[in-house]
């Protein structure tokens, strides 16, 4: 029996653990194998945000959710359930491997004897950036590095270097967390360490709310761009192109090079 056969078989027998990404918000956004897995489980365990947006699907299971800065107190109830033989879904927004959930709980098992021979599956979903990059146009053609600008867990300093490496390679730039109501300032340097190597017309793509209710799509340039600043939160993802970067009909294009290459 294949590796997947033998889990679910498993699954039959003990607890279990589905760390699902949700995609970025709109159910038609999961991908089946997310849905299977949170129609297996027992309980959901995440975000109270991110719960709310699969809650036609999951309002009958047992549901266990908090706040944000709370993910080691989920991890760490959805270890205990599966423990105790339940089958739990630990949900995350876009990829649960993309700054979600999938990390944290495999480094909390180590300290639970008891889950080692409990199955976590990661399940895939669709990234917010994915997601803003499609409402954008192709943003994302060619390289591109993905920042996240949350000083929560990592020093200023070192999301500053990265920011600062990454306008120096010409990725395309995609800021995840780009402003919060507790950080205002971090955007705004960040964005004027990407002008440092970016020439003022350089197209940038800002997303508000993809894929759920009042979704915003924006498209300006780097030298225009503080006009929208302080509509920018959380909820955002900004996208910052490259230096081939360039609008064309209202949609936002890195061009990879395939003219060139035939000939067309």
């Not at 956004?29 to 489980?41: F, H, I, N």
């Amino acid at each position: 029996m294949d590796k997947q056969g033998e889990m679910r078989t498993n699954n039959d027998r003990a607890g279990a653990i589905y760390v699902i990404g949700i995609g970025p918000g709109a159910l038609e956004d999961l991908t089946v194998r997310a849905k299977e897995r949170l129609a297996e489980a027992e309980h959901v365990v995440g975000y109270t945000r991110y719960v709310d947006l699969i809650m036609p699907l999951v309002k009958e299971k047992q549901l266990f959710t908090t706040g944000m800065t709370h993910e080691v107190e989920r991890c760490k109830k959805a270890l205990t359930l599966a423990i105790d033989g339940k089958k739990v879904a630990v949900v995350s927004s876009g990829d649960a491997g993309i700054y979600g959930m999938a990390g944290l709980i495999l480094q909390l098992k180590s300290e639970y004897p008891e889950a080692v021979n409990i199955p976590i599956e990661v399940v895939p979903g669709v990234p917010a950036f994915v997601s803003a990059g499609a409402l954008l146009g192709a943003p994302l053609m060619h390289d591109f590095a993905s920042i996240s600008l949350s000083d929560l867990l990592t020093p200023w300093e070192k999301i500053e270097a990265r920011v600062r490496a990454a306008s120096q390679a010409d990725f395309v730039i995609i800021f995840y967390n780009p402003k919060s109501a507790s950080r205002v300032e971090g955007l705004g340097k960040a964005m004027r360490v990407v002008s440092e190597f970016r020439r003022a017309d350089t197209p940038v793509g800002i997303v508000r709310n993809a894929s759920r209710g009042g979704e915003e799509t924006i498209i300006t340039t780097l030298g225009d761009f503080t006009r929208y600043y302080d509509d920018i939160d959380m909820l955002t993802i900004v996208i910052v192109g490259n230096e081939s970067s360039f609008t064309t009909n209202g949609r936002m294009v890195t061009p990879r090079g395939y003219r060139e290459v035939s000939g067309a």
